[in-house]
């Protein structure tokens, strides 16, 4: 892998990221995702970032013989997110419906079920149901994952008659486990060595479906009043509670998720990790959030030393709020929705924006994932990342 760190050929001067930003979202009156914004770059400004067809060529090869152009990226999108204004208007967009939701939602209304390919979402009474189903991959994460988790999860939140999400793995037919359910095994990291998976993978998941789990989502055709900002709540903001049903295990960014969630039911033999330190890159927003469950000695022999926890062991019970018996799980989430939908729509999203504000708000987020957005590009960008997945990856899958 060959990369420069220097700045790409026509760089932008940092003062001048915000007035680059301006422009391509005619003064912040056009909300854009950061896919939208990085393709409108590269058009604009040649040699600031790779364009869709230096990407692609970029996909084309595998890891080890890539040339580390998403590296601009990230530098781009760090000195965007670092900026108060520009950052908070990016998150912003980011939690916006997308348009294939839109589109699909009157279906999932008069349906009730919307099957995605690699994730489904299913209404089950008040409760919106996402499923994650790669079954040949233990329901691993990629691309094709992102994109489909974050419609369902805008479905859940478009449907009035969702009042709670819940988020669950699909059965898996990996000889092992054949038959049962699997929440997440995290990243593939059988697409990362393959130089398949790309780094928006990382950055729209976490702007994505993730934060709107977190922190909910505009309504369709709310109107931008501001050039900067937008309430995160009230009137024009639709959010629900989420609750996650854990079985087998929950790795990397499986665990990541429940880490956003408001209740977490768990099997009593379900396993919880963060392999970081195996896989040679950042968990997402573990970093910023793990301490807050675990304290930050536990968080460091997480994401550093690779311990990995039971459901049912001290740590493991930091991050899980009710321990079952294998198959209990659908039953005990279901009703740990009906206990906490007791409290009325309204007192619940008060406590939970008032418990959000207090832990994460959104300015610490944005300044997480500026730094996350360049340090995790140089992770993937790096020499070492490949010798870390030969060691670890590449070497454990031939044993087996």
Request: aromatic share 6%.
């Amino acid at each position: 892998m060959s990369v420069t760190n220097s700045p790409p050929a026509g760089a932008v001067p940092l003062r001048g990221y915000a007035p680059l930003y301006d422009e391509l979202t005619e003064g912040r009156t056009v909300r854009l995702r950061v896919e939208e914004l990085l393709e409108r770059a590269a058009a604009t400004q040649p040699g600031l970032v790779p364009g869709p067809d230096e990407i692609a060529a970029e996909r084309a090869r595998e890891l080890r013989e890539q040339h580390g152009v998403e590296l601009a990226q990230g530098q781009l999108l760090a000195a965007w997110l670092a900026d108060p204004g520009v950052g908070t208007h990016l998150i912003e967009s980011m939690l916006r419906p997308k348009p294939e939701a839109l589109e699909l939602l009157s279906t999932y209304r008069s349906d009730g079920r919307v099957d995605l390919g690699v994730a489904s979402v299913d209404r089950q009474g008040t409760l919106g149901v996402v499923t994650l189903t790669r079954p040949e991959r233990l329901n691993a994460e990629n691309d094709e994952t992102t994109v489909a988790l974050e419609t369902a999860v805008d479905l859940v939140l478009l449907d009035p008659a969702s009042e709670a999400g819940v988020l669950r793995g699909g059965v898996v037919d990996h000889p092992r486990y054949r038959g049962r359910r699997v929440f997440s095994s995290g990243l593939d990291l059988s697409e990362l060595y393959a130089g398949e998976l790309s780094y928006l993978f990382f950055i729209v998941r976490d702007l994505g479906f993730v934060a709107k789990m977190l922190r909910g989502m505009a309504a369709p055709h709310t109107e931008v009043s501001e050039p900067t900002t937008a309430p995160q709540a009230g009137e024009g903001w639709l959010e629900v509670p989420w609750l996650a049903g854990v079985e087998t295990f929950a790795i990397g960014g499986g665990a990541q998720l429940l880490l956003v969630m408001d209740r977490v039911v768990a099997e009593r033999d379900a396993v919880l990790s963060l392999p970081a330190s195996r896989e040679g890159i950042i968990p997402g927003a573990a970093a910023l959030r793990l301490p807050q469950f675990t304290g930050l000695s536990a968080a460091r022999r997480s994401i550093m030393f690779d311990e990995q926890w039971a459901a049912e062991s001290d740590e493991g019970r930091l991050l899980v709020d009710e321990v079952v018996e294998r198959d209990g799980v659908g039953d005990s989430v279901a009703a740990a929705a009906e206990r906490l939908l007791e409290m009325g729509p309204v007192s619940v999203l008060a406590n939970r924006r008032a418990l959000r504000e207090a832990q994460e708000p959104l300015g610490a987020f944005r300044e997480f994932m500026s730094t996350y957005a360049i340090e995790q590009a140089r992770c993937l960008t790096s020499e070492a990342l490949v010798k870390n997945l030969e060691r670890t990856w590449v070497g454990r899958r031939a044993e087996a």
